[in-house]
Nanobody
Framework: QVQLVESGGGLVQAGGSLTLSCAAS????????MGWFRQAPGKEREFVAG????????NYADSVKGRFTISRDNAKNTVYLQMNSLKPEDTAAYYC???????????????????WGPGTQVTVSS
């Protein structure tokens, strides 16, 4: 239903910052809850952050609370992930996803997202 493309990944030293962007090619972007997920080699895909269609409600994984901030600009059809105080364990491929599921609690569930971007690599060196 939605085409998504992530950007902003790269190599950064531990303690540094990085901002990821996800652009959606749809006029109905504001209708979707957006989420960020990540997956490291040999590990399960995990939820990172989610944001409601209005941007008022957000959810974060415990591992990133206080360090990452999710936001969106519906006029630009874009969602962002500001990452501060990066750690080597944050190294992973990061994916943005969109869902029009009607229950906010489902923001945590990958199986409720119908559209996914191809991913962008984030590598944090020691």
């Amino acid at each position: 239903q939605v085409q998504l493309v992530e950007s902003g990944g790269g190599l950064v030293q531990a303690g540094g910052s990085l901002t990821l962007s996800c652009a959606a090619s749809t006029r109905t972007f504001s209708n979707y809850v957006m989420g960020w997920f990540r997956q490291a080699p040999g590990k399960e895909r995990e939820f990172v952050a989610g944001i409601s269609w209005s941007g008022v409600n957000t959810n974060y994984a415990d591992s990133v609370k206080g360090r990452f901030t999710i936001s969106r600009d519906n006029a630009k059809n874009t969602v962002y992930l500001q990452m501060n105080s990066l750690k080597p364990e944050d190294t992973a491929a990061y994916y943005c996803a969109a869902t029009n599921a009607g229950q906010w609690a489902w923001v945590l569930r990958a199986d409720r997202y119908h559209s996914w971007g191809p991913g962008t690599q984030v590598t944090v060196s020691s």
